[in-house]
């Protein structure tokens, strides 16, 4: 049986128990394998119309591409940003253990 591919897939919020809280939802909802807490962090961003600066905390999902659609749909309902980032980027490499860890993971 082929791995499913895997993503990486990155969010920004506004405190560390916001993070969590995050990480542990998609996790228990088998939408992400993993999530990794980073923080804080500067961000420098234009919004409507200002140039705006704030201290968030970065959340990188571990999900396959197959699960993308259901953590994106669980971040956009459990998010408190009203457009919050949700970037995924492919995994092009990894080891077989770690992938098959993830898919294993995500599978409902």
């Given at each position: 049986?082929?791995?499913?591919?895997?993503?990486?897939?990155l969010t920004t919020t506004d405190s560390a128990g916001k993070a969590g809280e995050l990480a542990r939802g998609a996790v228990a909802a088998r939408v992400a394998a993993c999530a990794q807490i980073?923080?804080?962090?500067?961000?420098?961003?234009?919004?409507?119309?200002?140039?705006?600066?704030?201290?968030?905390?970065?959340?990188?999902?571990?999900?396959?591409?197959?699960?993308?659609?259901?953590?994106?749909?669980?971040?956009?309902?459990?998010?408190?940003?009203?457009?919050?980032?949700?970037?995924?980027?492919?995994?092009?490499?990894?080891?077989?253990?770690?992938?098959?860890?993830?898919?294993?993971?995500?599978?409902?």
């Amino acid at each position: 049986m082929e791995t499913p591919a895997c993503l990486a897939v990155l969010t920004t919020t506004d405190s560390a128990g916001k993070a969590g809280e995050l990480a542990r939802g998609a996790v228990a909802a088998r939408v992400a394998a993993c999530a990794q807490i980073s923080g804080p962090v500067t961000s420098v961003y234009r919004w409507q119309g200002a140039v705006e600066t704030a201290t968030e905390w970065q959340i990188h999902f571990k999900t396959t591409e197959v699960r993308y659609p259901a953590l994106e749909a669980y971040l956009r309902e459990a998010h408190a940003y009203e457009t919050p980032e949700i970037i995924a980027t492919p995994v092009v490499a990894g080891g077989a253990d770690y992938l098959r860890w993830v898919a294993r993971e995500t599978t409902p």
